[in-house]
């Protein structure tokens, strides 16, 4: 059998034929000109869905998010996010090591967010002996949450208790699109609830690179200027924002097709395994595996199912994550289901 399927992440896709089409013909400019304008239309465009006034097109998410944080807070001041947000866990330090920024974390299962608790969390004007928090980060969908869509509500109440204590809200939209599909969610709706918002084109919609920062007018001017001292100024990256344009056409609703398929994943694994997944957790392209009831690492795993040429990430000791995307038919799914199902059944 030589069909391989990567669940390792929703970035291993390729563009499309068509997507490629998109990018050859894209008409480009010196972007640090702002003469490009294949990314104004991206940059607005993107702005416009969020119910944001200007956007900022940048390489990559942790960008986007890491120039986000940095508009909120300055050197020794305090963002908080919960303990497996990916701009705690998968940017490496950065909002520490460009801009200063203390991080104060809360447990968050499944990433779900929760306006009590941290309403005694924040310590907003702390004062000269303690750290203040200047800004709440958020993420929706979680991604090592297990795709998790965070309820409106849920986020309006961390929106009221920011305007309550004066701070500001990041929204980590990523993946915000999946968010989208599987709720029904307007994108505007999403994004009123925070002061800046970054989605990436490169996850599920399939473009090669590129998400966008969005917020107002003032903000994304000051973020430009961190961009090109952070060296990411681009140029004719019109053929990247013309991805991300034919992304914005052709690949939101399509998610769907992706929730579907973690869906049969996560049926088919429970039968192998009970609880090594909540099905009913699985509400957009990712199922994440809790191994523990099995004799099986996350490492092993991933290593006898690559060996049948199933990729898989293993991401804690016991934890393993699976995601669908647009390289992954039904067919694909077919495969992964029985090779994962016959290793679970079986011991290492
Ligand atoms: C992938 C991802 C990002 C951005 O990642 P990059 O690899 O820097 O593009 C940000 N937030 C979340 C939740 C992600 O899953």
């Not at 300055?74 to 920024?101: M, N, T, Y």
């Not at 100024?233 to 992304?247: D, E, F, N, S, T």
């Not at 799914?333 to 994962?340: Q, R, S, Y």
Request: charged share 20%; proline share 4%; hydrophobic share 45%.
């Amino acid at each position: 059998m030589s069909l391989t399927v990567d669940l390792r992440s929703d970035t291993v896709t390729r563009p499309s034929a068509a997507m490629r089409e998109a990018i050859a013909s894209a008409e480009v400019g010196d972007d640090v000109y702002g003469e490009d304008p294949t990314i104004i239309e991206l940059e607005q465009r993107v702005a416009a869905l969020l119910g944001h006034e200007a956007g900022l097109f940048t390489p990559s998410g942790s960008l986007a998010n890491q120039l986000g944080l940095r508009l909120h807070a300055g050197p020794g001041e305090e963002i908080v996010a919960d303990s497996q947000a990916h701009v705690v866990r998968a940017e490496l330090g950065a909002a520490a090591v460009f801009s200063g920024i203390t991080t104060r974390t809360w447990d968050a299962p499944r990433g779900l967010l929760d306006a009590g608790a941290l309403r005694a969390f924040v310590r907003p004007s702390s004062g000269p002996y303690l750290v203040s928090t200047t800004a709440i980060a958020v993420e929706n969908t979680h991604n090592f949450g297990g795709g998790t869509v965070q309820p409106l509500e849920r986020l309006q109440a961390v929106r009221d208790l920011a305007d309550e204590c004066g701070l500001a809200v990041h929204l980590d939209g990523a993946r915000l699109w999946n968010a989208h599909v599987a709720s029904g969610v307007p994108m505007h709706a999403y994004g009123e609830i925070a002061d800046t918002v970054s989605v990436c084109l490169s996850k599920g919609l399939g473009a090669p690179v590129g998400s966008v920062l969005v917020s107002s007018t003032e903000r994304i001017a000051a973020a430009r200027i961190w961009r090109k001292r952070y060296g990411a100024g681009m140029r004719q990256a019109g053929i990247l924002a013309a991805a991300g344009l034919y992304a914005l056409d052709h690949n939101i609703e399509r998610l769907a097709d992706d929730h579907v398929r973690a869906q049969r994943l996560a049926f088919a694994l429970v039968e192998a395994v009970d609880a090594v997944v909540v099905p009913e957790h699985v509400e957009t392209n990712i199922v994440v595996l809790d191994l523990a009831p099995t004799d099986w690492t996350a490492a092993a795993l991933a290593v006898a199912a690559g060996e049948q040429g199933v990729r898989i990430s293993a991401l804690g000791p016991n934890f393993a994550r699976l995601v669908t995307h647009l390289d992954v038919d039904d067919d694909a799914i077919t495969h992964a289901a029985a090779v994962l199902t016959h290793l679970l059944r079986s011991s290492p």
